[in-house]
């Protein structure tokens, strides 16, 4: 992915960092920004926690959008014409959690690639979070825009993590307790998932990491970076540790999530006694996340979440998974299993 880093607007006197004097600008490499003084270093090889990429599902979209305005952000006035008008705060939100990826993790992604939390204009908004956008050079305009941008970083983002899940390494060979080199280049072993991903998503560690990197490159650590900060700067709260567990997702949900039972089609919702309401036919309007059933056009039908399915359209494996959304399960018919977790039902052409 392009590295976007941010932009700092203040005088080049302040600028001090490791190397340049102090009155030198350090401009980005690849981006031709201006790069922030190094105040903060991160061990490469751990540079975010498993649950800073995966955490946050408690965040709301009033939460997002109060701390865009409190940044001053472009965002905090955009709506995408092609996402139905949706705010960029619902967007963030609502793209990231489909994803369980923490819309916190997002809003420095967007700022490491591109500054859009903090700049008052709509540059780089085609672009905000580098998805589809390789070192080389261009993007891949199926992926421009801003909704499309934080789908696209959030569904690539859960790939990666899929695979490291099933102790795979990820597309590019990432994998903890394995050493590769960035780009940079630096030779890494990651210590846990969370380096891992990002490190696939952008192979540079950068100037914000202990060991190696290059100063004049944003990397991988300024991720860390700008979550931490932007952690620090907001009450965004912890969220409840109840969680109920749903035989239909195979697993725990939050307090407020709603999934619709593969029994019976009924939804029911997590209370904060760690026990699910008596349900209804109609999805509640609280729900902070949900489990629908997914229609199929293949199959003519709605079926449960966890399904999966090989399409008509492309031939290939899918499974239902969180928000009614279709995910890429391009191992289900081997191991009966796919990105949200063993197959409830498999459907073969």
Not at 69 to 95: H, M
Request: hydrophobic share 35%; with cysteine; proline share 4%.
């Amino acid at each position: 992915m392009n590295l976007r880093c941010t932009l700092l607007l203040l005088p080049a006197l302040y600028l001090v960092g490791c190397g340049p004097s102090e009155s030198e600008v350090v401009v980005d490499e690849l981006t031709g920004q201006v790069l922030e003084p190094v105040t903060t270093e991160y061990d490469m090889h751990r540079l975010l926690e498993d649950s800073d990429i995966t955490g946050g599902q408690w965040i709301t979209t009033a939460q997002v959008q109060a701390f865009l305005q409190q940044k001053g952000s472009y965002l905090a006035t955009y709506k995408d014409p092609a996402w139905s008008n949706k705010t960029a705060a619902a967007l963030i939100v609502e793209r990231s959690k489909a994803y369980t990826i923490s819309p916190l993790y997002m809003l420095a992604r967007i700022q490491t690639e591109s500054s859009l939390i903090t700049s008052g204009t709509s540059t780089n908004l085609a672009k905000a979070t580098g998805c589809g956008c390789p070192d080389s050079g261009g993007c891949t305009i199926s992926y421009a825009g801003f909704g499309n941008q934080i789908e696209c970083s959030a569904k690539k983002l859960r790939g990666y993590l899929t695979d490291l899940d099933a102790g795979r390494a990820t597309i590019s060979g990432w994998k903890p307790g394995v050493t590769k080199s960035t780009s940079d280049p630096c030779s890494v072993k990651p210590a846990n998932k969370a380096t891992a991903a990002l490190y696939t998503y952008t192979p540079w560690v950068g100037a914000y990491a202990i060991q190696c990197g290059r100063s004049d490159i944003g990397g991988s650590s300024l991720v860390a970076v700008k979550y931490n900060q932007f952690k620090s700067e907001y009450a965004w709260g912890t969220g409840s540790t109840v969680t109920c567990y749903s035989g239909t997702v195979d697993g725990n949900v939050a307090v407020g999530v709603c999934v619709q039972s593969s029994s019976d089609g009924i939804w029911r919702q997590c209370l904060s006694d760690g026990t699910f309401t008596a349900g209804t036919t109609t999805k509640p309007t609280t729900c902070t996340a949900s489990w629908p059933w997914c229609s199929s056009a293949t199959l003519g039908k709605s079926v449960p979440a966890r399904t999966c399915v090989q399409s008509s359209g492309d031939l290939q494996w899918h499974q239902c998974g969180a928000e009614g959304l279709w995910q890429s399960a391009p191992n289900a018919a081997s191991t009966g299993s796919g990105p949200v977790g063993t197959c409830f039902a498999t459907y073969a052409l």
